[in-house]
């Protein structure tokens, strides 16, 4: 059997964190075991989807690097209709389903009806059994179509997340799967999907764990074989509560993305959301993929922690080969005004000032001053500077041009006879050399970073 799953996103807006991880999880379980991972697009909600939203999930899958079976055959439910009426004629046929023409009306008195007693909705006024007449069908209304869930036994399966889930029939109504202008109905289409798709393994939020018996039955009904089930639990964000814009938390995976977050780093966070391997935090997506197993996966909530992300992006960023960050960063310098990057070659500054950054816009920013001194701050130059730096910081000019090798063994060299010949301790150097030619006094070793600035440019900062 070829393992299958899929990610059904409704493209209603962002590409929730969430449903990345939702994404994520499938498909590693479909990689680890040589499957398939589909992608589809549930966008039947015509009111709430957006081509545009289509475009978001697109790009959010490409950017974190989840990529699906059948790229050019991607699933999407508004192009299916003929499909789900194809299996909703089917089910009339066989009886399974059948049409209501109760009225706005009658379907409210039931409700109310129903919160007195406690029990499922419709009263199953229009549902044929053997022996009962049925009412005569009003002229007027136009039908919707019921499926006629069993109203005896349970309908229990074995989630392998959450352990076994059982649910009394009687507590489910004959859920309507066509609308009365003949549109499906969500649930019915998530139906038929999985069935075409051959779904072998719905690994989806838990939010869905209510319509699970619904969908079971509408399958079992069809007489093919369930999927097996795997529902994640929520991700919550740092206070415990419901992620969501409104309470300031970050959702959308672009916007991590714009924080300068890798990548990669966003998916190794993301899978430790939920699922453990030993104490393990950092790993490549390869380790993941052997690694995992639906097992792991915990079925209690997990809450995001920023400073971990952070941590974990950092590692990736010291982990990552220097060109492939030196790609990243020249539209962020560009962006900072930095538009040459050859001298010094940024690979190079790169490898200096890499493990000094957690995201890639402080990274970009930890690069500048290799390009164009910046201005020193007041504080820094009150603690660093005094009126015996300027002439100090020429003379040490003149025996930096003095140097016939220029490199970060020659420049440490001067440091200590310098210092002695000037009766001074290295802090009382080196904080105004960095101050006069970078303008900060936050920078790897010096003698490192006036290497790589250029013999030239570097007298010409202090000098001036
Ligand atoms: N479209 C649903 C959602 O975005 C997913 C449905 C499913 O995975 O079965 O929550």
Request: net charge negative.
């Amino acid at each position: 059997m070829t393992i299958r799953t899929r990610f059904a996103p409704s493209p209603t807006g962002y590409l929730h964190i969430g449903g990345v991880r939702t994404a994520l999880f499938s498909w590693a379980f479909a990689r680890k075991h040589k499957g398939e991972f589909l992608l589809r697009i549930e966008d039947t909600d015509l009111e709430r989807s957006t081509a545009e939203s289509v475009n978001i999930i697109l790009d959010g899958m490409r950017w974190v690097g989840l990529d699906y079976d059948n790229a050019d055959n991607v699933i999407y439910q508004t192009r299916r209709f003929e499909r789900y009426k194809e299996v909703l004629n089917e089910l009339l046929q066989q009886g399974q389903a059948y049409h209501c023409y109760c009225s706005k009306e009658e379907l409210e008195a039931m409700r109310e009806q129903a919160e007195k007693n406690g029990t499922a909705t419709y009263d199953r006024r229009w549902r044929p059994e053997s022996g009962k007449t049925l009412p005569p069908i009003p002229a007027d209304v136009e039908p919707v179509i019921r499926f006629k869930t069993p109203i005896e036994g349970t309908t229990t399966w074995y989630d392998l997340v959450k352990g076994e889930i059982s649910i009394p029939n009687s507590a489910l109504d004959d859920l309507i799967i066509a609308r009365a202008d003949g549109t499906p109905t969500y649930n019915f289409c998530v139906v038929v999907d999985d069935y075409d798709m051959g779904v072998t393994h719905v690994i989806r939020g838990d939010d869905h764990v209510n319509n699970t018996p619904k969908q079971i039955n509408i399958l079992k009904a069809m007489g093919t074989k369930l999927p097996e089930y795997a529902h994640l639990p929520m991700i919550l964000n740092e206070q415990g509560k419901k992620i969501s814009k409104r309470s300031g938390d970050t959702v959308a995976i672009t916007d991590f993305g714009q924080m300068g977050i890798l990548p990669h780093a966003m998916l190794n966070y993301l899978a430790r959301l939920g699922w453990a391997h030993g104490d393990d935090e950092f790993f490549t997506m390869k380790q993941f993929i052997e690694w995992f197993d639906l097992k792991d996966v915990s079925p209690s909530p997990s809450r995001m922690d920023m400073k971990k992300l952070y941590w974990i992006n950092g590692e990736h960023i010291k982990a990552t080969p220097d060109n492939e960050l030196a790609e990243l960063i020249r539209p962020r310098l560009a962006v900072r005004g930095v538009e040459e990057t050859e001298k010094p070659l940024l690979e190079d500054v790169l490898d200096l000032v890499k493990d000094r950054a957690q995201d890639l816009n402080t990274l970009a920013d930890e690069c500048i001053y290799f390009y164009q001194k910046g201005t020193p701050s007041e504080a820094d130059m009150q603690k660093h500077w005094d009126e015996d730096t300027q002439a100090r910081m020429l003379r040490f000019a003149d025996k930096l041009e003095a140097l016939s090798d220029w490199n970060p063994e020659a420049i440490h060299d001067l440091f200590k006879p310098f210092c002695e010949e000037e009766g001074i301790k290295m802090g009382k150097l080196g904080m105004p050399l960095r101050l006069a030619v970078c303008g900060t006094a936050k920078t790897p070793s010096i003698d490192a970073v006036l290497a790589l600035i250029g013999k030239e440019e570097v007298l010409n900062r202090i000098r001036n």
